[in-house]
């Protein structure tokens, strides 16, 4: 079946410095990765959506400046918090999307970011 | 503007119980409809993935519908156990994966 990892699982980071987040498609080529937020309580929300080789597309009110999204090869992405803020404390979530028969949607274990 | 959601909000059963969580979607026009378990802090493990040609999907004790006509979908879970205990959650895709706010379930011992 098709496995995505994510790393790390938790991170806690001081105010104004970055994190950055990896998602890797570990058994299959994924053109196109997925990132998510998610507050307590809440559904996903949808941040941006990553194609290989080309500039991420975010969703609006996402500040692209301050959610960095690289996807340099078919099987990572990643998600890079820059200067971040306590605000930026929530669980990240990654998804990528495997092409063929299903279509389906695979997610990532999530990573949760707490800002101090 | 496709929206997804989910009823119950929350269910507590005892252990045993047969039960089913809705989803209702307002666009029919998708590829496929998924069912995910989410544990808390954790990320979703997909559980059932029904294409838009297909009526339902089996696995294990978990049985997924699929009406696209009417826009719902059921997720039925036979002889519940504590372990079934998370939040479930339906996805729709079209052009993007729309979620519901998800079904927290509790399955008392």
């Known amino acids: 079946g098709a496995v995505v990892s994510q790393h790390p699982s938790w991170v806690i980071c001081k105010s104004g410095t970055s994190v950055k987040i990896e998602c890797r498609s570990l058994d299959f080529q994924a053109t196109t990765m997925f990132w998510y937020r998610q507050f307590p309580k809440q559904s996903l929300m949808l941040m941006a959506t990553?194609?290989?080789?080309?500039?991420?597309?975010?969703e609006q009110g996402v500040e692209k400046d301050k959610f960095l999204i690289n996807h340099a090869s078919l099987t990572l992405s990643t998600l890079t918090v820059t200067s971040a803020h306590p605000e930026d404390s929530s669980f990240y979530i990654c998804s990528a999307i495997r092409i063929g028969l299903d279509y389906g949607y695979t997610f990532g274990s999530g990573t949760r970011l707490t800002v101090v | 503007k496709q929206e997804v959601t989910q009823i119950p909000a929350a269910l507590s059963v005892p252990e045993g119980e047969n039960l089913v969580l809705n989803c209702s979607f307002t666009d029919s026009a998708i590829y496929n409809l998924q069912w995910f378990r989410q544990d808390p802090g954790k990320g979703l493990t997909s559980l059932l993935l029904i294409q838009s040609s297909q009526r339902e999907q089996t696995s294990g004790r978990l049985n997924a519908s699929l009406d696209k006509s009417s826009g719902r979908s059921t997720l039925y879970i036979a002889a519940s156990q504590p372990g079934d205990s998370a939040t479930y959650l339906c996805?729709?895709?079209?052009?993007?994966?729309?979620f519901g706010k998800g079904t927290r379930l509790h399955i008392l011992p």
């Open positions: 990553s194609n290989e080789g080309s500039k991420a597309t975010y």
């Open positions: 996805a729709v895709s079209g052009d993007k994966i729309i």
